[in-house]
């Protein structure tokens, strides 16, 4: 056995977390993790964007996650998001009929990522969000955002996020593009930023 000596750091492989990705495009995407609605629920909308760098190029490789609560508010407690066959260790899939709230999209060579999911109901004195969280090339550490929706403006207004962030609180806020369609697009540095959170 080959002993390696990690105080010479030209011998230590690298590993992710030493490393500037990608590293998202093997086993993480899985077929239908955009499709996060049950088929045919009346409350279903689309949110989709650009995953953008500094410079507004297109962030081909990104993976962008969204979890969000029931339209009541509630947090859904449904498992089920990467189903496998216990038999063959296949994969099934969603089951179409449960809410489990969470997806994952990976975003094309444009940049473009969607997901099909409920419109969320309001939690804790906020305004109804979903959370985000990006995993892109270039970025160490996976980032935090929120996407609010118009449309309730008073309770947007008094959101405390929203409050906080003053000026920037546009980027938090998705376009409607038409009936349950909305627009957000993530741009991780530059001019018009996205905001982006540190949890402790």
């Keep these: 056995m080959t002993k390696i000596d990690t105080s010479r750091p030209e011998q230590v492989l690298p590993t992710p977390s030493h490393t500037v990705g990608p590293f998202y495009g093997y086993a993480l995407p899985f077929l239908g993790g955009e499709e996060i609605a049950p088929f045919g629920h009346p409350d279903t909308i689309t949110v989709h ?3 953008l760098d500094g410079a507004g190029r297109p962030l081909p490789d990104a993976l962008v996650e969204v979890w969000g609560p029931h339209p009541d508010g509630t947090v859904p407690q449904a498992d089920g998001s990467i189903r496998r066959d216990p038999a063959t260790g296949g994969y099934l899939g ?13 975003t094309d060579t444009d940049g473009h990522w969607y997901a099909r999911t409920l419109r969320p109901g309001a939690r804790g004195g906020n305004a109804p969000y979903l959370s985000v969280c990006v995993f892109a090339r270039g970025l160490l550490v996976h980032l935090f955002t929120r996407i609010y929706l118009p449309g309730d403006e008073a309770s947007l207004a008094a959101d405390p996020l929203l409050t906080r962030v ?14 349950g369609t909305y627009r957000f697009d993530i741009r991780l540095q530059g001019e018009g930023e996205t905001v982006f959170l540190e949890f402790q």
């Design 94 to 106: 969603r089951n179409g009929v449960e809410f489990t709230g969470w997806g994952r999209s990976q």
């Design 166 to 179: 003053g000026d920037r609180r546009d980027t938090l806020i998705a376009a409607e593009e038409g009936p």
């Design 49 to 51: 964007g650009y995953g």
